[in-house]
T-cell receptor, first 116, second 115 residues
């Protein structure tokens, strides 16, 4: 069964520090990969996605992620954290093939806290 | 373009009642997926509709059902509500939908509280 693991349910950084949120997936076939952000009492906002092509993907708000097939990872980074980055972040995958229409599989989420 | 809209945003029901939630996708999007979000179980897939047909269903009891209309708007219904159905229900739409793996754009959700 396909699964997504986000290491660390809570990550705390200082403003201006590097943000690193970890995501590993298990799939026999490289899936499509996504990062979403959720602010309190809101829905999910797409940060970035990887389908095919360049393995380093740039997203909104200065975030980027690198697809590493050998490590089955898709970690999210941002060079310098801002207070407005405080939110919950979800890694998600689409399994390719089969009958997984419209079904994103999500990790458990990582709450990012940014200290002044 | 307007984003995905969901109504109502908040809902309070009592056990045993039924509830209907509505989702209007982004204009031109034909695929609509529904998810349940709870603190304990996280985000779980309920079902997906494309061109008024349910193509995929998650592991939820039959009390959870849905439908899609010809204008791609979708509704989900939960009958005989239980306390455990309290959750944020999220709807997402995607553009092409042919493969069911296109980028999903989410609405703000409906917060359902069952008392």
């Amino acid at each position: 069964a396909q699964s997504v693991t986000q290491l660390g349910s809570h990550v705390s950084v200082s403003e201006g520090a590097l943000v690193l949120l970890r995501c590993n997936y298990s799939s026999s076939v490289p899936p499509y990969l996504f990062w979403y952000v959720q602010y309190p009492n809101q829905g999910l906002q797409l940060l970035l996605k990887y389908t095919t092509g360049a393995t380093l993907v740039k997203g909104i708000n200065g975030f980027e992620a690198e697809f590493k097939k050998s490590e089955t990872s898709f970690h999210l980074t941002k060079p310098s954290a801002h207070m407005s980055d405080a939110a919950e972040y979800f890694c998600a995958v689409f399994k390719l093939g089969g009958t997984s229409y419209g079904k994103l599989t999500f990790g458990q989420g990582t709450i990012l806290t940014v200290h002044p | 373009k307007a984003g995905v809209t969901q109504t109502p945003r908040y809902l309070i029901k009592t056990r045993g009642q039924q509830v209907t939630l509505s989702c209007s996708p982004i204009s031109g999007h034909r695929s609509v997926s529904w998810y349940q979000q709870t603190p304990g179980q996280g985000l779980q897939f309920l079902f997906e509709y494309f061109s008024e047909t349910q193509r995929n269903k998650g592991n939820f009891p039959g009390r959870f059902s849905g439908r899609q209309f010809s204008n791609s708007r979708s509704e989900m219904n939960v009958s005989t509500l239980e306390l455990g159905d309290s959750a944020l229900y999220l709807c997402a739409s995607s553009s092409l939908g042919d493969r069911g793996t296109d980028t999903q754009y989410f609405g703000p959700g409906t917060r359902l509280t069952v008392l």
